[in-house]
């Protein structure tokens, strides 16, 4: 009868230690946020407050330019496709631009964040609008997100 139950619970720590590899508490890696007329290349971090709620902060360089981005994300199962999550949220950008006024901006976003079972990597991309608040710089609809990070659980 032990020896059962010691294969029973090695089985149930088997069973947890897989179900953690398709979730991650937080995640650091490359980002790139394109713009029409810029694209920015830097580092991407986020951070699962919750098994939903994630906050994401990006900083991006470009020639003579620098973008920093906080975002907060609902992030959910897609379609119940292992791995696989939607998301969408909403933050601020700020673009400081070198010997020219700085732009803020805000930026919801739609994507897509894949996480393969056993594989530290995740990938995402997201459609990120900018909706520009400051006086200086123009609203772009066809920006976009993408993002390679190692996964920390």
Known sequence: MRKLLLVFAI????HLAVKAQTNYRAALGLGVDLYDEATFFGATGKYFFSDNHVGQGDLGFEDN???ATFLYSYHKEFFRAKGLRWYAGVGPSII??????N???LRPHLGLDFKVDGV???I???WRPS???SEFGDNQVAAFGFG????IN
């Open 148 to 151: 390679l990070q190692f996964a």
């Open 11 to 14: 089985g149930m720590l088997g």
């Open 65 to 67: 330019a620098t973008i």
């Open 124 to 126: 995402n991309f997201d």
């Open 120 to 122: 530290p990597f995740v």
């Open 103 to 105: 732009i803020f901006a």
């Open 96 to 101: 400081f631009i070198k010997n020219s006024d």
């Open 131 to 133: 909706v520009v608040l």
